[in-house]
């Protein structure tokens, strides 16, 4: 038990395990408010090499501190696309990440919607509203199959 406190303390005070000595740590997204702030929602949803979450404040949405927003990331970092503001009538302060169904996302807000109590919404993903081979299998010589 006392290696386990001591292993979290160390963590915890920034020492780095030898284990990990190896590995570097990246910042892949800067929020700045108006593309989204306090992305405490839940953990990141991953579909092909983009993440997809939420963020509780910022955005574009209006309110005096934003109402969250959803948004995509390459898994290599960069700038993150907003693919939703909530302005309060579709929802706002999202407090959990996005879950995958089917192709379509869910979520829920803590706050907006017709009630002002809260949203349960779906957002159809990138590989739903695109195909996913872009290029003509026909033309390869091959048809069409379930992927």
């Not at 983009?50 to 109402?67: E, F, M, Q, R, S």
């Not at 169904?101 to 590989?127: E, I, K, Q, R």
């Amino acid at each position: 038990m006392k290696r386990q406190c001591l292993a979290v303390l160390l963590f915890v005070a920034g020492a780095v395990s030898p284990a990990f000595a190896q590995y570097t740590f990246n910042t892949l997204v800067n929020f700045n408010y108006s593309n989204g702030q306090n992305p405490w929602s839940g953990g990141l949803t991953l579909m092909g090499s983009t993440l997809y979450g939420t963020t509780g404040l910022g955005g574009n949405g209006g309110g005096p501190y934003g109402y969250g927003t959803v948004f995509s990331v390459p898994i290599t970092g960069g700038a993150p696309t907003t693919l939703v503001n909530f302005n309060a009538s579709n929802g706002a302060y999202p407090e959990s990440g996005l879950t995958l169904v089917g192709g379509t996302f869910y979520s829920t807000t803590g706050g907006g919607g017709a009630n002002g109590d809260g949203t349960v919404f779906s957002l159809p993903s990138v590989a739903a509203r695109s195909p996913l081979w872009p290029i003509s299998m026909a033309a390869m010589g091959a048809r069409s199959a379930a992927v």
